[in-house]
């Protein structure tokens, strides 16, 4: 790979999406790289991703991006994506994981945050992923736009719409040609929401992860499965 920068996505390309056409949208998302970076991940207040208590704080750890308080965490950058772009992010998430009768949806426990944080992080790999998420919210509203009316959003179509543009771009290898830069837009926002999801309780519960609980009783295994293990 190169040693060269990405191009800057600019704040008067994304704000209120006006300035930027299909065009535009698409070439921002081309230019992004997907290569994800490890960042501190806490929700705010209020989400299921913040229902655990704060433990002690570490006084070894400086608390910043670059050496974080694991054992306390915060987060030390401002979130980056407006509250339209989180709204139309919202409706995403809640496509890729709707609420059923085992559970809440996406947004409902907070994914579209978790993401906001993610993209708002001060990493190569982060900002990569915030140029591909913002432009791909642009690509969203601009094909609903061209495929059911002009002025209509991506957010406000019905299930059955969404998915129909979701469905050409939910697998890379079968996306059409011109769609290959949306497809590893809904990809990088699928796993980031899948990520937010199933790491809450709402999400563990769904999965019906039992995970390091204390047991009131361990039993042994029994000795005919030792004698098999040929630990007996």
């Not at 409706?91 to 993209?119: K, Y």
């Not at 991506?154 to 697998?171: K, M, N, V």
């Not at 999965?207 to 040929?230: K, S, T």
Request: hydrophobic share 40%; charged share 25%; net charge negative.
């Amino acid at each position: 790979m190169s040693g060269k920068k990405l191009p800057i996505l600019r704040q008067e390309d994304v704000d209120g999406f006006l300035p930027m056409d299909r065009r535009q949208a698409l070439k921002v998302m081309a230019i992004a790289a997907a290569a994800p970076t490890v960042a501190s991940c806490t929700p705010e207040a209020g989400s299921d991703l913040a229902e655990l208590p704060a433990p002690a704080s570490n006084p070894k750890a400086a608390g910043t991006a670059w050496d974080p308080d694991l054992v306390s965490p915060t987060v030390p950058w401002e979130r980056s994506l407006t509250a339209d772009e989180l709204e139309s992010l919202a409706a995403l998430c809640d496509v890729i994981i709707p609420a059923d009768d085992r559970s809440s949806s996406a947004s409902q426990v907070g994914a579209h945050d978790f993401i906001d944080e993610w993209v708002s992080a001060p990493y190569d790999g982060n900002a990569n992923d915030q140029v591909l998420v913002r432009g791909g919210l642009v690509w969203l509203d601009r094909e609903a736009a061209q495929r059911f009316g002009d002025g209509v959003r991506f957010r406000g179509l019905s299930p059955e719409q969404q998915h129909a543009i979701c469905d050409d771009i939910c697998y890379a290898p079968n996306a059409p040609d011109g769609y290959e830069a949306a497809a590893r837009f809904f990809d990088r926002v699928r796993d980031l929401t899948s990520t937010a999801f199933w790491t809450t309780q709402v999400g563990m519960d769904d999965l019906e992860y039992v995970g390091n609980v204390p047991l009131a009783q361990w039993d042994p295994p029994p000795p005919e499965v030792l004698r098999h293990l040929g630990l007996a």
